[in-house]
């Protein structure tokens, strides 16, 4: 936006002026670039420098308190003894130790305590705390401590080593690097020879303990496997008894000869009840056949027979044939055929009687074949019981020698072991190598006290730079009209730049040239008379959101304006609780605008016309309250406006009293006073709408107490106001 310096020439007419805003106010966002940067930083220089040197304060005593520290380090590698590795039955067994378990070793407590008594660090200061002085910050804590702490610190003892080992632990590191078995002990102190003795005892003092502890774990080892063989050698003859015991007792086979006779025996039976059974079947199938048929020769035809049973049969059938020849020559009757018929019949009666006889051989024999068959049965049951028997004794007896060579086998492994402790006691706990011992380092650890000076005030800045761009992000005050163009019906009036102390202090009517001041009182008048249809209003209001805002200062600068151009001024003191006018005008009048409105006083008793050609009227007394004249304040106004007056009223924060919200709607113009980076955006929009009316719709706005070289900073379109070569052309100074 732009504004013009230049005042209008007042022997122009007014009437033909129209109504043009001073102000244009285009909104558009801003371009965070590297410019813009470095504005902020150089419109937050007194804050970043501040708070630089809040932070650098104690960062400096630290680093001046700061003693230059020496570090020593040894470097080593831990085999295992040389005959353990040699002696090995696993030939991919390594020969170094697990080297995180040696570095946890280095670290061990027992260590540490040697250390810090050989090496008396009970009599240093950097490790003892007892020797140390208090200093005023710990006593401080101490007492702080001591407010919510009812039992009393002790006090650490001079010689306490408990106190020491944490120091001890601080400065002391060891470490195992990853990619090798290199194991690294180093040490940090303000004495450099201390810091190379450390390591180097160290290592010395962990060899020793670690021969004490492999030679007192080999000890127990060895009590302890002792014990467990005479255990383990009790058991073995138990379970070596209990098998000989139950073999004699039930008497096992244990020879392998009688145990083939058996077998040999068992066979020849089975193989005896086979051919019995065989006979038995063959038998059956003869009787069977025997007693199938009534036909003793048809039968005899299908079965083995004895020989006479055979001679009948062939004897029989050759007498039948004689029979058939026979009686192909002669008839039935023939003597010869009925002779040998007779014949034929008896010897088919031998022949049934011989079978008969037969059948009852077989049914004999078969009983007898039965008898047998059971005895033999009998013989086997009683065979494979006792085979069964000898068979359940037999695994019960290898079962007890089975658990006697158990035990012997975990008494023989004992017995390894004990052998194996033994050969190991006589054999160093490890074998160290030592890479590089430690030596007396001979110069400092560290940068130097420069360096980190150098690297605090770095890092200072840097925090004070980010906390004012935080500060920045954060402000949502009122700087430029940029920020409030998108209120609604608001007419930008002009920056009006901040006056010094010395300035501010005067009365106002003494001769005291401030250009760029005057300059902005005329562009407001300016802007007031363009809103107002090109001539200046004849009531006008000044207002602010809070109190501290300038309207005071802005209505008695309009008022003296206006007088300087030989146009009639009333100013009124409208803040009727807090006015403070009367301390620049000293008019001595014992009433004032309370008085009038609350019909104890006249306008004559009340208006004090000063020598500058300005109207002036006092609040009053502030305790009076009650309002007898509610149109007390038109009535100025159409007073002011018969005399050819304009008034002004130096009212009340519009957010604090509604006075000023009425008087806003009898006035024809409101002048709204913001201070410049004081009032939050959020209160100037809440007092716009307080005060916004059918008649009193558009609000002239004035941005008060404006810091001209911060605002030249800025990346606002009103920022040029305030530019280098304004600045020397109204020759102003910071």
């Known amino acids: 936006m732009t504004i013009s310096t230049v005042p209008p020439d007042r022997n122009l007419p007014i009437s033909p002026m129209r109504y043009d805003p001073r102000f244009q106010v285009e909104t558009k966002a801003d371009n965070f670039d590297l410019a813009s940067a470095f504005r902020l930083v150089r419109r937050r220089m007194i ?49 170094l130790l697990d080297a995180k378990s040696e570095t946890e070793r280095l670290l061990s407590r027992s260590i540490a305590e040697r250390v810090v008594r050989e090496l008396r660090f009970n009599l240093r200061p950097e490790f003892n705390p007892a020797l140390r002085e208090v200093s005023l910050v710990d006593s401080i804590r101490a ?195 009925v002779d040998l018929r007779g014949k034929i019949e ?44 000898d068979a359940m004794v037999q695994t019960e007896l290898t079962r007890l020698q089975h658990i006697a060579d158990k035990e012997q086998t975990a008494l023989d492994k004992l017995e390894d072991q004990r052998r194996d402790l033994a050969a190991k006691a006589m054999l160093p706990g490890a074998e160290l190598e030592v890479l590089s011992p430690a030596s007396v380092p001979l110069a400092s650890q560290g940068r130097g006290r420069l360096f980190y000076l150098v690297g605090a005030l770095l890092a200072a800045i840097s925090g004070a730079v980010t906390a004012a761009f935080v500060i920045e992000m954060s402000d949502r005050t009122v700087r430029s009209f940029d920020q409030i163009a998108a209120m609604a019906r608001t ?136 309002r007898v004249r509610s149109n007390g304040l038109a009535e100025i106004i159409e007073m002011a406006g018969a005399a050819g007056q304009i008034v002004i009223f130096d009212s009340a924060p519009v957010l604090a009293s509604t006075d000023t919200v009425h008087l806003t709607a009898l006035a024809e113009r409101t002048l709204a006073v913001v201070r410049w980076g004081k009032t939050s955006r959020r209160a100037v929009e809440f007092s716009l709408q307080q005060m916004k009316s059918s008649r009193n719709s558009e609000i002239v706005v004035a941005i008060n107490n404006v810091n001209p070289k911060n605002h030249a900073l800025y990346n606002f379109s009103d920022s040029e106001l305030f530019s280098k070569s304004l600045m020397k052309y109204y020759s102003f100074k910071a």
Do not use: C
């Open 47 to 95: 804050m970043i420098i501040a708070i630089t040197v809040l932070l650098m304060t104690p960062t400096v005593i630290i680093i001046a308190g700061l003693k230059p520290t020496y570090q020593a380090w040894a470097r080593l590698i831990v085999h295992q003894p040389l005959a353990t590795s040699l002696g090995a039955d696993d030939s991919s067994r390594s020969d």
């Open 143 to 337: 007492k702080l401590r001591g407010l919510f702490d009812t039992e009393k610190p002790t006090s650490p003892s001079r010689d306490s080593v408990d106190a020491i080992i944490p120091e001890y632990y601080r400065a002391l590191g060891v470490w195992h690097e990853d990619k090798s078995d290199v194991i690294q002990v180093s040490f940090t102190s303000y004495d450099p020879q201390l810091a190379a003795a450390v390591p180097n005892r160290v290592i010395s003092v962990y060899l020793d303990e670690r021969k004490f502890s492999v030679s007192g774990r080999l000890d127990s080892a060895q009590e302890w496997i002792r014990q467990r063989i005479t255990e383990q050698q009790a058991r073995a003859d138990i379970a070596r008894e209990a098998a000989r015991n139950y073999q004699e007792s039930m008497d096992v086979v244990s020879k392998e000869d009688a145990q083939d006779e058996r077998i040999k025996s068992l066979i020849e039976v089975t193989g005896r009840e086979g051919k019995i059974e065989e006979s038995r079947l063959e038998v059956k199938a003869t009787i069977s056949t025997l007693e199938a048929t009534d036909n003793a020769s048809v039968a005899a035809e299908n079965i083995a027979v004895p020989d006479n049973i055979a001679t009948k049969q062939r004897d029989l059938r050759a007498q039948e044939q004689d029979l058939a020849r026979l009686l192909q020559t002669y008839d039935g009757n023939a003597e010869a055929v």
């Open 346 to 389: 008896q010897s088919r009666a031998d022949l049934n009687l011989a079978t008969k006889q037969y059948l009852r051989t077989m049914r004999a024999k078969l009983a007898a074949l039965d008898h047998e068959a059971e005895a033999i049965q009998s013989i086997l049951a009683e065979a494979h019981e006792k085979r069964t028997r």
């Open 491 to 626: 007419i930008p009036a002009g920056l009006i730049p901040r006056l010094a102390r010395w300035e501010n202090s005067k009365t106002m009517f003494e001769h005291m040239p401030v250009p760029m001041f005057d300059e902005a009182i005329r562009t407001v008048v300016l802007s007031l008379k363009q809103s107002n249809g090109g001539k200046l209003p004849n009531s006008i209001v000044v207002t602010s959101a809070h109190s501290g805002e300038g309207k005071s200062l802005v209505a008695r600068s309009l008022a003296i304006e206006l007088a300087a151009a030989a146009i009639p001024v009333l100013l009124v003191d409208g803040d009727l609780k807090r006015g403070k006018l009367n301390s620049f005008f000293r008019s001595g009048l014992v009433h004032g605008l309370n008085e009038f409105l609350n019909g104890r006083a006249d306008v004559r008793d009340i208006v004090y016309r000063h020598p500058s050609g300005i109207d002036f009227i006092p609040s009053g007394k502030f305790s009076l309250q009650r």
